[in-house]
């Protein structure tokens, strides 16, 4: 069961990483062989995640598979790793992703055979594939530390791959020349970098604050979680009122440009539409969702009372990141930054389940953590081979798709339709959930955020009818249809959709319990309907 010695929340990770090690080890002309090492490395780490999942026991111990080692003692630094439901669904949802990834991006960087002269750019492949399950590596030991230092260390360290393949392995369809294209997948690497950085360095020194609050009244200082959680249950430790505010912002900025939470989202919509697609899906449907995890995790667990001081602000900027980003998706001419905002607004969404402090709102928004993932996934993929194909990102440049490349066109819709949460796909669940949650606590915030949904149906069906119907446009009519591969990649996403769209209960079953623990921490119920009296 959950408590075997077997340390496999450390094999989780650690194979992503010894596979990066593996995969660059590989001999620079070989490079099928590196891919398909990867892909290994990432089968084997989504089987380890699946076994995580399944013997999960949702009516146990809070944190399971839990591993407590000293690391450095006079610093109270412990390797301490656990996952609760939320936990383990994330760590399954990021080693479920990864395959994909490196499927869709498997000639992603392969050299430019057709270029001579000083211009032609060699891509490494091996590197793009270690960097990948680099970055998978990092991800998974986020979601199950529970040590905050150790969290913060891979929290961070993540940037790194992420920078080399956002700059690195740029988009081919660029309308602009090659100088020009990598200029701007320099400034959208370095943008990336700075805005996460900036938030990591006011993270670490709220971590340090914290160290200094538990050693000022614990006689120790101290970074695991569950002593804090214990010591503070016990009456042992308890923040002065300013000092838990202090260090409540300075955790949920890192997390909020993480995640990312309107003004402080800039960096996504560069980042996302300079990348090659399966890059763009590791950013937004894997990495950014260590933002919104860490808020339930950290910032509710360890700050209750800044938690609930903060909720009315950061309420109203969930509900402007729904409405912005809708707003300047359905404005946008290029199809990754189109659904790059669209992004935006369903992290507003998520936060906004986050921080309405009901059962319903965070049991959608941890369910939309991961539908969300899915979606993203199935709808950036499929636009990745559309604009490969076509050779252009632009809007205009396609038209009468679905004419010449019909199974395209019909898994492009079914992302597209999943994004904008119709129901009986996966995301609409969620989204009524966070919705529900929210207008039982805030209906005005509730009502605003409805919105959302119709701005949502607006960009989606407008792209698919500009992109897909019409007559075939010049460029388009030799347009190959979906390719085995290509199948492979997004009919498992689509089938994922439909059977979580109508039978979310495994999940659900998952995640509920420690939805309540997270309440519980808070000292939150949900509030009970107002009945009018029976005259």
Same mark, same amino acid.
């Given at each position: ?313 950061? $309420? /109203? =900027? ?5 409405? +912005?980003? #809708? %707003?300047?998706? @359905?404005?946008?001419?290029? &199809? ?96 009524? $959930? /966070? =919705? ?5 606590? +805030?209906? #005005? %915030?509730?009502? @605003?955020?409805?919105?959302? &949904? ?82």
């Amino acid at each position: 069961m959950a408590d075997s010695s077997f340390p496999i929340l450390t094999v989780t990770a650690v194979l992503p990483a010894v596979g990066a090690v593996a995969t660059a080890a590989v001999p620079a002309a070989r490079k099928a062989a590196a891919k398909y090492t990867a892909l290994l490395f990432s089968l084997g780490t989504l089987v380890l995640a699946l076994v995580t999942l399944v013997r999960f026991d949702p009516n146990g111990a809070r944190y399971q598979f839990t591993e407590n080692h000293v690391w450095v003692k006079n610093f109270g630094l412990h390797y301490d790793l656990g996952v609760d439901g939320i936990g383990a669904v994330m760590v399954a949802l990021t080693a479920l992703l990864i395959p994909f990834v490196m499927l869709a991006g498997w000639h992603d960087a392969d050299p430019l055979e057709d270029r001579t002269g000083p211009n032609r750019r060699w891509r490494p492949t091996q590197g793009f594939f270690a960097l990948i399950l680099m970055v998978e590596a990092m991800v998974v030991l986020s979601f199950e530390a529970t040590d905050v230092f150790l969290f913060y260390i891979f929290f961070e360290a993540m940037l790194i791959p992420m920078y080399f393949l956002i700059g690195g392995f740029g988009d081919r369809a660029h309308a602009a020349g090659e100088d020009e294209a990598a200029r701007q997948r320099s400034y959208a690497a370095v943008k990336f970098l700075l805005y996460n950085l900036a938030g990591g360095l006011i993270m670490l020194a709220a971590v340090i604050g914290l160290y200094a609050a538990t050693a000022k009244q614990l006689g120790t200082g101290t970074f695991a979680l569950q002593d804090i959680l214990n010591a503070r249950a016990s009456g042992k430790f308890d923040l002065a009122t300013s000092t838990e505010r202090w260090l409540f912002l300075g955790f949920f900025f890192a997390f909020a440009v993480k995640a990312p939470l309107w003004p402080l989202h800039t960096w996504l919509p560069n980042a996302m539409g300079e990348s090659t697609a399966p890059v763009a899906v590791l950013i937004t449907a894997v990495v950014d969702k260590v933002g919104t995890f860490a808020m339930l995790r950290f910032c509710l667990q360890l700050f209750p009372d800044a938690s609930k001081w903060a909720t009315p602000v950061i $309420l /109203v =900027l969930a509900v402007i990141s729904i409405i +912005y980003g #809708a %707003l300047l998706a @359905v404005g946008q001419r290029d &199809i990754k930054r189109l659904i790059a905002y669209a992004s935006v607004s369903h992290f507003g969404f998520i936060i906004l389940g986050i921080f309405a402090m009901t059962s319903q709102g965070q049991s959608g928004a941890t369910l939309y953590m991961v539908n969300h993932g899915i979606s993203t996934a199935a709808l950036m993929l499929v636009a990745g081979f559309l604009i490969s194909r076509r050779g252009s990102r632009l809007i205009a440049d396609f038209g009468g798709v679905q004419k010449v490349a019909p199974l395209l066109a019909g898994t492009f819709l079914v992302g597209g339709l999943a994004t904008l949460s119709l129901p009986g796909l996966a995301p609409f669940v969620s989204e009524f $959930l /966070v =919705l529900v949650g929210t207008f039982s606590r +805030y209906p #005005a %915030l509730g009502i @605003v955020a409805t919105l959302g &949904i119709v701005l949502a149906a607006l960009y989606v069906l407008v792209l698919y009818q500009r992109t897909m119907t019409g007559p075939v446009k010049a460029g388009v009519e030799g347009m190959s249809d979906l390719k085995a591969r290509e199948l492979v990649v997004v009919a498992p996403l689509i089938a994922l959709l439909l059977f979580l769209g109508v039978y979310p209960k495994p999940v659900a079953d998952i995640v509920n319990p420690s939805v309540q623990h997270t309440l519980s921490d808070v000292n939150k119920t949900d509030p009970k309907p107002a009945l009018e009296a029976k005259k």
